[in-house]
Nanobody
Framework: VQLQACGGGLVQAGGSLRLSCAAS????????MGWFRQAPGKEREFVAAISWTGGSTYYADSVKGRFTISRDYAKNTVYLQMNSLKPEDTAVYYCAAGRGNPRLKAEYTSWGQGTQVTVSS
């Protein structure tokens, strides 16, 4: 699965951004999709995921209630709507596709190139 993420940028605390990740059409519908992030000097961490059916979503506690993951099968795209952004959300955000446990980084077999999100205080 080839993935292309975009939508990052610079935003003030309290603001919103929407990340998009376009996937190759052939296998998008059978993969769970996830978003991870990596801040400088830190490990890449789980942010959110959505099952291949779209019927289940998963969030890290740090973003629950602020971020929403969704997927559009017609556009082969997964989105991450990020509201009430905080400076600690600053990181490079990666989308990924996989078939295992949606919360585990090791279960994802395809990764996008990453998009920078910077939240200023």
């Amino acid at each position: 699965v080839q993935l292309q993420a975009c939508g990052g940028g610079l935003v003030q605390a309290g603001g919103s951004l929407r990340l998009s990740c376009a996937a190759s059409a052939r296998t998008f519908s059978v993969y769970a999709m996830g978003w991870f992030r990596q801040a400088p000097g830190k490990e890449r961490e789980f942010v959110a995921a959505i099952s291949w059916t779209g019927g289940s979503t998963y969030y890290a506690d740090s973003v629950k209630g602020r971020f929403t993951i969704s997927r559009d099968y017609a556009k082969n795209t997964v989105y991450l709507q990020m509201n009430s952004l905080k400076p600690e959300d600053t990181a490079v955000y990666y989308c990924a596709a996989g078939r295992g446990n949606p919360r585990l980084k090791a279960e994802y077999t395809s990764w996008g190139q990453g998009t920078q999100v910077t939240v200023s205080s």
